[in-house]
DNA sequence: ATGAAAGCGCTAACAT
DNA sequence: ATGTTAGCGCTTTCAT
């Protein structure tokens, strides 16, 4: 910094001016401090600076997993709205596991990040307490709650449940279930049942049906469950999947065994995969709003980073039903 | 850290050297810096560390999206294995663009990281100059190249799209082509296709068939692309498809027209993504070591820390063909 | 609007 | 094996 200080003609506090804060430098300077960075392709050091102003242009994100598409398209979209403002992301993943997230969390907070967001609302108590009292941005997303710790951005998982039973009697159906996978790791998805579950009850006054396996969705687990439920009810003709990975994973399942969907069963999933939409049958599901989620954090925080008096919000994106044929 | 120094009744150097290089520290001040840690649950400033040492403990990894699980897995891979050693991943996403690497490359460099990571040998010269001359470890990956920066980790397109070729000719198939979507910017699709024309080629000496369309690899360009192929040639009895997505529409578009397969038209495409192996038709495809690459990556940047010495190899993870019933 | 000066909290020679 | 010391390259008061 002092070479280009001297390369301008000005002084270092001039150059960290006309970098961090160019409204406070003349124009005169500020282009001749431009000219040096060009010509010089001069990159700040960013630990001189984060150590100087004790804090970073990063964001700390921890997601349950990125393999799933689902917190990729978040992250992505979060990243390509905060980075053309200098801020970086740190990334982590969790796997679903509370410790890890504390030990990322605790990792995370060594760089001095401007923020910090995390998946749903429930955490070890270790990470509240490192949480608490920080005097940055921390936002929660993918899940709405009352006692946040901060600010959360997401949509009601319980109501996705509900509407997916609404949909599936409005079409019909009068004997549905949930099917799942591992929904003990994943608190949204057990939402999702818990949702399904109360609406069924209210609608119908008999004790619903669900079926979950212990292994975590995939296509296979699809089958996996679907096939177990078929066997303990064979009567169904309808069902929710918690994600449409098993959802595809059954619609398989029916084409090897010669059950026609939706006449013998309707079917609606969770997530909006892009193969649901051109499958055969394509697939009714419920769209959460994945790179919404990111681009309102990223924009509540940029927000934040400018008027530290905000924060505390409960932001409802809401999610959309998506009937295709399958239902 | 000088809090920790008085609390364990050391000097500050030894709290340093007790985090940084263990054994350089007798056992009994050692326990008394751990204890001392653990007592004020201290997290060391990582700006700090980072600006004397003037190296971090980062590895800035850029790969073209995220959404893409390929990469995901990869990069999942690598976190695993690097978190361990208290490596912290950066990770950016280039969007295929040689552009957006080489402003996340500069950015990365900022943070002054052990490492860096790319995706492909092909990059923008500004990305190299920014590159070479730096004495930190870069490895490209998933592409193997002979001008490489320093390490390559990956293995031969080219040798996947021969492969895929010659499959389909064992299965008895004469008349087979090959679709793609968006291999422009793609250069190992690029490549994947070459392949499989040069072996086309050699084979058969007549002129090979392709059919690519413009846009992103994607189920629905998968439908797209095969029913335009299928429109110039419909003597096809084959396809390899340079992503399994691509192929996944292809199958859908079948059971929509009613064309079987394998008995009309055999198919294989690339990725091993999950659900090809639990449709109807379950689906050949051809298995690139995704986690494999990412546990190399990290595995080498390991080794190289703790010896600069080495460097410059050339590692070839070779790949898989997975016959299954498309084929 | 600009410059001078004092650290930010560590690491790594160097000395012991 | 441990302590002393001198920065690392910025940001941010404070003074002008």
Not at 77 to 98: F, I, K, N, W
Request: glycine letters at 8%; proline letters at 5%.
């Amino acid at each position: 910094m002092s070479d280009i200080a001297q390369l301008a003609g000005v002084s270092a506090s001039t150059v960290s001016r006309a970098l961090r804060n160019p409204e406070a430098v003349s124009d005169a300077l500020r282009a001749k401090v431009n000219a040096a960075i060009e010509q010089t392709g001069y990159v700040p050091n960013r630990m001189a600076g984060g150590l100087a102003a004790s804090r970073t242009r990063t964001v700390g994100v921890i997601v349950p997993s990125l393999i799933n598409t689902f917190f990729a398209a978040t992250v992505e979209a979060m990243a390509d709205r905060l980075e053309p403002h200098g801020y970086q992301l740190m990334v982590g993943t969790s796997g679903y596991s509370p410790e890890r997230e504390e030990a990322l969390a605790t990792s995370f907070l060594s760089w001095l990040p401007s923020a910090m967001v995390l998946t749903g609302t429930h955490h070890a108590r270790g990470t509240l307490k490192r949480l608490v009292g920080l005097d940055i941005p921390i936002v929660e997303m993918w899940e709405l709650g009352d006692n946040a710790l901060d600010t959360t951005i997401g949509f009601s998982h319980r109501d996705v449940g509900r509407e997916a039973a609404q949909h599936l009697f409005e079409r019909g159906r009068r004997r549905i279930a949930f099917a799942g996978a591992a929904i003990d790791e994943d608190r949204r998805a057990w939402q999702r049942r818990e949702g399904f579950l109360d609406a069924v009850r209210a609608t119908q006054h008999q004790s619903p049906i669900s079926h979950v396996i212990p292994q975590r969705a995939s296509v296979e687990a699809g089958a996996v469950v679907f096939r177990e439920l078929l066997e303990m009810h064979p009567e169904i003709d309808g069902a929710f999947f918690s994600n449409d990975a098993l959802m595809l994973g059954a619609m398989f399942e029916c084409q090897r065994r010669g059950i026609t969907v939706p006449q013998q069963i309707a079917m609606i999933g969770f997530g909006d995969l892009d193969y649901g939409a051109w499958s055969s049958p394509r697939l009714s599901t419920i769209r959460p709003p994945r790179r919404e989620i990111g681009l309102a954090v990223a924009d509540h925080l940029l927000k934040r980073f400018n008027d530290s008096s905000a924060g505390g919000e409960v932001i409802d994106l809401g999610f959309q039903l998506v009937p295709r044929e399958s239902s």
